[in-house]
């Protein structure tokens, strides 16, 4: 009897839990939806804060060149006759980044950020559903769900896109994968402090992790493609 009422007990519980993620999604997705309507009806492009700096530096690569987003004031006016932003975010990110999102800055600025958000959110539910392939939609959803996804997306962070390959780093070791070890661990040095971090924790790893190190050279192949004077404007403005 014991047993049965814990069981029902747990059954219960993980229905509740489920049912208030399912509510937490649903708002979460109708809240971005509609925040994304309302900025576009009412002509306010600057929705999706953070993302403004990615797709003005995407804009002024395309049209200026690799070292432009390092151009304080060429970001300040785009943002300013383009996005009707007060302020100014600036660009703080390596080649590595910008290889990524430079295909953005062909689009308006709306539909950029739906489509970086889609797919960031896509990879999000994709790496999560992997961790846990034999459980149903229902047990994972609480964790595709939390709100710190739809605060992210919101904000137009590529927190969610950086915690995707970090998982999949995670899940190449599991499965010894090693080339989607090396893609991710790669694809993380978007971020400066991981760029430090990553390989110290390949090496730590044993023999797995120094295999997968051996494959970052290819995380190098972005530098080749924008030069390497967009390095040295990237290292001139974090020593500012």
Do not use: E
């Amino acid at each position: 009897m014991g047993q049965s009422s814990k069981n029902h007990s747990n059954t219960l519980w993980n229905q509740r839990a489920t049912a208030f993620a399912a509510i937490i999604f649903v708002c979460g997705m109708l809240v971005f939806v509609i925040s994304t309507v309302k900025a576009i009806l009412a002509g306010k492009s600057l929705f999706g804060i953070d993302f403004a700096a990615f797709w003005s530096a995407s804009v002024l690569t395309l049209s200026n060149g690799t070292t432009a987003p390092f151009d304080g004031a060429l970001m300040r006016a785009l943002q300013i006759t383009v996005l009707n932003s007060d302020g100014i975010l600036l660009w703080h990110y390596p080649a590595t980044y910008m290889t990524l999102i430079r295909p953005l800055g062909l689009l308006p600025y709306i539909p950029a950020l739906i489509l970086f958000s889609l797919i960031s959110l896509s990879l999000w539910v994709f790496v999560v559903r992997k961790c846990w392939p034999d459980q149903t939609w229902a047990a994972v959803l609480p964790v595709l769900s939390a709100p710190v996804v739809w605060l992210n997306l919101a904000q137009g962070q590529n927190g969610v896109f950086t915690a995707a390959l970090l998982i999949g780093f995670l899940l190449g070791l599991r499965d010894n994968r090693i080339w989607l070890t090396a893609a991710c661990a790669a694809l993380l040095l978007i971020k400066p402090h991981f760029g430090v971090l990553m390989p110290v924790v390949l090496l730590m790893l044993g023999r797995l992790g120094r295999r997968a190190c051996s494959r970052l050279p290819l995380s190098g192949w972005p530098r080749r493609f924008a030069g390497s004077h967009t390095g040295r404007r990237f290292s001139q403005t974090r020593r500012c």
